[in-house]
């Protein structure tokens, strides 16, 4: 018997588990906060309406903003990870723009989760201090793979790195609003034109 089969085929299921439970009370978060208000929400009511005990909620999420979060700091993540899919010798900026446009084409179609996100941040501008702390988590890590990207003896690498990691999250945050209210044309393209007038 192959007990390393096994390991594996458990470990997966209990993560996937987890990200079951942290989706739950992520959308059980933002739900409440749409139909009830920020300010009336509680851990208790999210966890119930999760079927999740308060501990649980707790092993995930630090707060409900955090829990609110959750779903915009995984599309951020998302990022990243496509940007690392991208083969080595693919020039920085060519790089950004392909995972760019594979992030893009996944967001085509206004989903719902992320318009009701946007409209409850411009109702409770309290929320906007843990937007940007998402932004500015998934910020460093995009840097990061950037930086990986460049040459080991640029010596401005770093602060290229950081600079155009910022840029771009501030491009795309700026283009999905665009998009949300105006959505006349797929995300991809209103995406890749903000990027364009950035580049110069």
Do not use: C
């Not at 208000?37 to 092993?59: H, K, P, Q, W």
């Not at 609110?68 to 060519?94: K, M, T, Y």
């Amino acid at each position: 018997m192959d007990t390393t089969v096994d390991l594996d085929t458990t470990v997966g299921l209990r993560e996937r588990k987890k990200a079951a439970t942290r989706q739950a009370l992520h959308e059980a978060a933002l739900g409440l906060a749409i139909e009830h208000g920020l300010e009336r929400l509680t851990v208790e009511a999210i966890a119930d309406a999760a079927s999740v005990s308060r501990r649980t909620f707790s092993n995930y999420f630090a707060n409900k903003e955090e829990a609110i979060f959750h779903g915009h700091r995984a599309r951020l993540r998302a990022i990243v990870d496509l940007l690392r899919a991208q083969p080595e010798d693919v020039p920085v900026r060519n790089a950004l723009f392909e995972a760019a446009r594979a992030f893009s084409a996944e967001l085509d179609g206004l989903d719902p989760a992320l318009v009701a996100q946007r409209r409850l941040v411009r109702g409770h501008p309290s929320l906007v201090v843990h937007q940007v702390a998402a932004h500015s988590a998934v910020e460093r890590e995009l840097a990061d793979e950037l930086a990986s990207r460049m040459p080991a003896d640029d010596p401005e690498a770093a602060l290229r790195a950081r600079v155009l990691s910022a840029a771009f999250l501030t491009t795309l945050r700026a283009a999905t609003q665009h998009w949300i209210e105006n959505p006349d044309r797929p995300l991809s393209d209103v995406l890749l034109s903000a990027l364009r007038h950035v580049a110069g």
